[in-house]
């Protein structure tokens, strides 16, 4: 089992910055994936970032030049650095491992709220 725990998110101004942080505990040797997903009120739910175990790393277009996704794979630690945040960021952030091997699936993390104002 993988637990997720994730901080950061809340209430900025269009133009601003926030960082979400997704810490993982439990059994995290399975992991072979951290992403960032969102879901904004009436939308369904998008991958918005990606890095895998190696480094790779992937976004949404429409984050592209925004958002930065990093890892401290010592910590077991996923972070989201968000700038140039617009209204249209505004969602329910969550954090998403990829489990492999014998453990295969996913886990979730609580969500948090990101919210821009214009």
């Known amino acids: 089992q993988v637990q997720l725990v994730q901080s950061g998110g809340g209430l900025v101004q269009a133009g601003g910055s926030l960082r979400l942080s997704c810490t993982a505990s439990?059994?995290?040797?399975?992991?072979?994936?951290m992403n960032w997903h969102r879901q904004a009120p009436g939308k369904q739910r998008e991958l918005v970032a990606g890095?895998?175990?190696?480094?790779?790393?992937n976004y949404n277009d429409s984050v592209k030049g925004r958002f930065t996704i990093s890892r401290d794979a010592a910590k077991n630690a996923v972070f989201l650095q968000m700038n140039s945040l617009t209204p249209d960021d505004t969602a329910i952030y969550y954090c998403?491992?990829?489990?492999?091997?014998?453990?295969?699936?996913?886990?979730w993390g609580q969500g948090t709220q990101v919210t821009v104002s214009s």
């Open positions: 439990g059994s995290t040797f399975s992991i072979i994936a």
């Open positions: 890095i895998t175990r190696d480094g790779r790393t």
């Open positions: 998403n491992v990829v489990r492999g091997g014998s453990s295969i699936g996913n886990t």
